[in-house]
């Protein structure tokens, strides 16, 4: 008897499958794909039809991701990572792929270099934007210069840019790399390097892991000898940049040049 009734239940239901969805009494499991959006939503085309601005960040991401994971779609995994990392890119990229891996299920080795490399690809533009000799007439114009090669390391490094006599950049270069807290200078050497290049001025910049921008003791000391070591040699030291996520402290706008 409970059997046939059974029978007879499961046949219904069958046959009136759609009815049934529309009363909300049978729900399917399968969830939609990208596929089955509408060609305007999917990131992919829609960039083809409106270009890349009309995407947000999360359309940018899943188009790296192509493919989410059994509960999400590429572009529900691209908004947890961001919503994770506050929608701030610059937190994002503090990321590593361990990290990525572990913290975003869907997210496998593979994705993970994908994403760090497109946005190694994104800081790295801004050093090539500038075809031309940059000429440089504020700190913020070294801000500009260095911050790109200083951004989002987790230690130090000290790089000298070097310039000719009308303050326009001749080369840049890193000097030394340190540990979390400091990084130690040779000054012979960074001597040495302008009067190889026949630079006329010279300009120094070195990151804070921390975040705080103020120059500790030890930054003034090196920038006093650096300044001597200048003025021995005819060259102008024209500041000194301390760069610290997104912001900066300049030695010469604080009047200790």
């Known amino acids: 008897?409970?059997?046939?009734?059974?029978?007879?239940?499961?046949?219904?239901?069958?046959?009136?499958?759609?009815?049934?969805?529309?009363?909300?009494?049978?729900?399917?499991?399968?969830?939609?794909?990208?596929?089955?959006?509408?060609?305007?939503?999917?990131?992919?085309?829609?960039?083809?039809?409106?270009?890349?601005?009309?995407?947000?960040?999360?359309?940018?991401?899943?188009?790296?991701?192509?493919?989410?994971?059994?509960?999400?779609?590429?572009?529900?995994?691209?908004?947890?990572?961001?919503?994770?990392?506050?929608?701030?890119?610059?937190?994002?990229?503090?990321?590593?792929?361990?990290?990525?891996?572990?913290?975003?299920?869907?997210?496998?080795?593979?994705?993970?270099?994908?994403?760090?490399?497109a946005l190694e690809l994104g800081k790295r533009r801004k050093t090539s934007e500038f075809p031309e000799r940059k000429k440089i007439t504020s700190s913020n114009d070294l801000f500009e210069l260095f911050e790109p090669h200083l951004v989002d390391l987790p230690h130090e490094e000290f790089w000298l840019g070097l310039l000719n006599g009308a303050n326009k950049v001749i080369e840049i270069k890193r000097l030394t790399q340190g540990g979390t807290k400091q990084t130690v200078v040779d000054i012979p050497m960074l001597l040495k390097m302008a009067i190889e290049k026949s630079a006329q001025a010279m300009a120094v910049a070195h990151n804070h892991p921390s975040g705080q921008n103020r120059p500790s003791h030890e930054d003034e000391i090196i920038t006093r000898r650096i300044k001597t070591g200048c003025e021995a040699i005819g060259i102008t030291l024209l500041d000194h940049i301390i760069i610290a996520r997104g912001n900066y402290y300049s030695f010469s706008d604080e009047g200790k040049m």
Not at 79 to 96: F, P, T
Request: proline share 1%.
């Open 1 to 117: 008897m409970f059997e046939a009734a059974f029978f007879i239940i499961l046949k219904f239901v069958c046959d009136h499958k759609n009815y049934l969805y529309f009363w909300g009494m049978v729900t399917d499991d399968k969830r939609l794909t990208i596929r089955d959006w509408a060609e305007d939503d999917r990131p992919r085309e829609k960039m083809m039809r409106k270009g890349t601005q009309s995407l947000s960040d999360a359309e940018l991401l899943a188009i790296l991701i192509a493919i989410g994971n059994k509960n999400e779609t590429a572009v529900e995994l691209a908004r947890r990572i961001l919503n994770d990392c506050h929608d701030n890119l610059n937190e994002l990229v503090q990321l590593n792929v361990t990290e990525l891996c572990k913290r975003f299920k869907g997210i496998g080795k593979a994705k993970a270099i994908t994403i760090i490399a």
